[in-house]
């Protein structure tokens, strides 16, 4: 047999080298190109979290953090630990020594301030009664055999069970204290929560009136916002400019600036009535300035633009033969409106009224400027207990009270539109 007709084995098939290296080289692109996105996203995650997620953390913290009895009375608060006011006895003679020792130890310090503080919330006039004690206690400090018997003389109340039992319910780390003072309810001594009492009911009724101050500025922006974006869609170029400007010149000036000038201009002696009187429309000036009227004029006006623009853009992506289609089908131009343009344009205008909500119901400067004091809205009372009387937990949970509500108002129109409609996502 020659060498010529001698056929060879076979040899084994392999995998080109070059599509392991492609696969190689195609994870490496989308890891670096992940690391990249990352990496240009990482100022915004970072914006977010110090401005916005930390500062929410440290509200709910407020709301419930309650430090003040247990740094001022910790050797109390440890003999409370396992006594009740359900059986009707004052507590122990520990007790009573534990407290003159917790007052005498803290007299003159911060801590003493803030726990009288602190208790006046639960009963109205402890503070006095904290006061007093530590004040005779600076004199004298009685020995801890005869401590129930000097307080008591010092002052009867602390005879009595319900000043006893709040010390014990204002002892926990955490409490619910503030956020049920937020909707006008207490924790009585038995631990039941029940209503507050009728004089100070009061946070419900501002929380409504909030509700409904910017329920009624938003409707009235939705009502002149619409039309109003709809001529700046249709103007010509010229007119349009002129719209825009006059739709965007609040946005020029400080929130200060144009409430000032706005009392200027509704004031008796200002602009308006100057003009009605001159028109002879009025006999009197007109009361237009610290009132609900005032109030909505001078809100309607600054927010107004953030109405106007979301239901603008919306409008100008609606395609203009759809409403020449309908005519052409025989339908009349309301009709025609109803059915077809006002459809299309609801995510523009549930966005406008949403982000206007949003920003009339946390407005504080504008109603303690223009309004009286029955249109004082809830920002004001979050800026009073934060800056006045320093009392953080209130000011927090009231805060996370008008959170919750925006955030119900975001969940059911995010629900009925959709998310994506509603932020203009395609």
Not at 91 to 109: C, I, K, N, V
Not at 274 to 294: K, M, Q, R
């Amino acid at each position: 047999m020659s060498a010529s007709n001698v056929t060879q084995a076979p040899t084994a098939i392999t995998r080109p080298p070059s599509a392991t290296l492609l696969k190689n080289a195609t994870h490496q692109a989308d890891s670096r190109q992940r690391r990249v996105s990352l990496f240009l996203i990482a100022p915004l995650l970072l914006y977010g979290t110090v401005f916005f997620l930390l500062p929410l953390a440290m509200m709910v913290f407020r709301a419930i953090d309650n430090p003040e009895v247990r740094d001022a009375l910790p050797r109390t608060v440890t003999t409370l630990q396992d006594w009740s006011s359900e059986g009707g006895l004052l507590p122990s003679d520990e007790a009573y020594a534990a407290l003159s020792a917790d007052l005498a130890e803290g007299q003159g310090t911060r801590v003493v301030g803030e726990l009288a503080r602190r208790m006046n919330y639960e009963i109205g006039g402890y503070r006095t009664l904290v006061m007093k004690t530590s004040r005779a206690l600076s004199e004298q400090a009685p020995p801890a055999a005869t401590a129930k018997a000097w307080l008591i003389d010092t002052d009867e109340r602390w005879g009595e069970l319900t000043y006893w039992s709040a010390i014990k319910r204002a002892s926990t780390p955490l409490t619910s204290h503030y956020l049920l003072a937020a909707l006008d309810l207490r924790q009585d001594d038995s631990g039941d929560i029940v209503r507050a009492e009728p004089d100070q009911r009061i946070y419900l009724d501002i929380l409504r009136r909030t509700l409904v101050i910017a329920s009624g500025v938003t409707l009235t922006c939705l009502l002149l916002g619409y039309p109003l974006a709809a001529l700046l869609v249709k103007a010509s170029r010229p007119v349009a400019y002129v719209i825009t400007l006059a739709i965007m010149l609040p946005f020029w000036t400080s929130l200060l600036a144009r409430t000032t000038a706005w009392i200027v201009v509704l004031q008796e002696n200002g602009l308006v009535n100057g003009l009605l009187l001159a028109a002879g429309l009025v006999d009197e000036p007109l009361t237009l300035i610290f009132n609900s009227t005032g109030l909505y004029i001078v809100m309607v006006h600054i927010l107004l633009p953030f109405t106007v623009l979301p239901i603008y853009n919306s409008l100008k992506a609606i395609p203009p033969h759809l409403m020449r289609a309908s005519s052409s089908l025989g339908a009349h131009p309301l009709r025609g409106f109803f059915a077809v343009y006002l459809p299309l344009s609801l995510p523009g205008v549930a966005a406008g009224g949403l982000l206007t909500f949003i920003v009339a119901a946390g407005y504080y400067i504008t109603p303690s400027l223009v309004g009286s004091a029955r249109e004082q809205m809830l920002g004001y009372f979050v800026a009073f207990y934060a800056n006045n009387t320093v009392n953080w937990g209130m000011a927090s949970a009231l805060g996370l009270v008008l959170l919750s509500c925006i955030m119900s108002v975001y969940l059911i129109a995010a629900s009925t539109l959709g998310v994506k409609q509603l932020a203009g996502i395609k």
